[in-house]
Nanobody
Framework: QVQLVESGGGLVRPGGSLRLSCAAS????????MAWYRQVAGAQRELVAR???????SYADFVKGRFTVSRDNAINTMYLQMEFLKPEDTAVYLC??????????????????WGQGTAVTVSP
């Protein structure tokens, strides 16, 4: 069994900072591209940032210059450092990972894992 767990969300004032973590666990062989999304109730999920296995990152225009995605492959964890937060950044943040994992012995399978999300609220 493999899973992703996000943490680090909370309530922060406009202009403040938060650091989110996304930790993968289980019988993981490798994590390829990983990404952060966010979702507000009633709206479509939107891509925030993506990072390749080699560390190449890309960002949505609405977070460029404010958010930084990184990963530590040694501990199967991705981070999202969020600076200069705005009220419109309020959302549930979810992570995803293209995951190759063991299904028994040396057999491998592939899936796109999703976490359950961590809530970020930006409010005075």
């Amino acid at each position: 069994q493999v899973q992703l767990v996000e943490s680090g969300g909370g309530l922060v004032r406009p202009g403040g900072s938060l650091r989110l973590s996304c930790a993968a666990s289980g019988s993981i062989y490798s994590l390829n591209a990983m990404a952060w999304y966010r979702q507000v109730a009633g709206a479509q999920r939107e891509l925030v940032a993506r990072i390749s296995s080699s560390g190449s990152a890309s960002y949505a225009d609405f977070v460029k210059g404010r958010f930084t995605v990184s990963r530590d492959n040694a501990i199967n964890t991705m981070y999202l450092q969020m600076e200069f937060l705005k009220p419109e950044d309020t959302a549930v943040y979810l992570c995803s990972a293209q995951t190759t994992y063991y299904v028994g012995g040396s057999r491998l399978s592939y899936t796109e894992l999703w976490g359950q999300g961590t809530a970020v609220t930006v409010s005075p």
